[in-house]
């Protein structure tokens, strides 16, 4: 499958690596198929690519890369939806709101993205813990973990 984005050029997909959100992402909810994509350039980040429309590209982390005391209590009924038998299928994902002036980023660890590796799910949900910040500062945890390495998530990696 041919992949275009505005962001990040062209990807050829030659494998099963395209998460169906049934409900779309709240904001998009008419878009239900997306990548992740690995850029060097930005790593630690990955990014929530649309293969529906080649102009939305979220920016996410993995949260416990960076929040060490991160912890999401899923419902029952939600893990079921995604199919998810298997904690080690689970990939939690947090978008990053990038504004114009970037130390101000924040990461909302509120509204986790939710994905089952193994059968291609995903959904967004939203945590019932009133002590998990919509907006979390993230950008000095971001430049520290950009000066070391970084993880693949299983993610599609485009270098340059």
Known sequence: MFIE????????????????????????????????LEISES???YWLQSVENKYIALPVIIPFDFVDDYYIDVRENELMELKIEDKNDLLVMNVVVIPEKIQNMTVN???PIIINAREGLG????????????????????????????????????NG
């Open 5 to 36: 984005t505005e962001r990040f050029g062209n990807f050829d997909l030659k494998d099963g690596r395209i998460i169906h959100f049934p409900l779309g992402i709240p904001g998009f909810e008419e878009l239900h198929l997306f990548i992740i």
């Open 43 to 45: 790593r630690p980040l």
């Open 109 to 111: 660890l509120a509204s």
């Open 123 to 158: 959904k967004q949900i939203i945590v019932d813990a009133k002590e998990l910040p919509v907006r979390y500062p993230i950008y000095t945890a971001i430049m520290e973990r950009m000066k070391g390495g970084a993880s693949n998530a299983g993610s599609i990696e485009k």
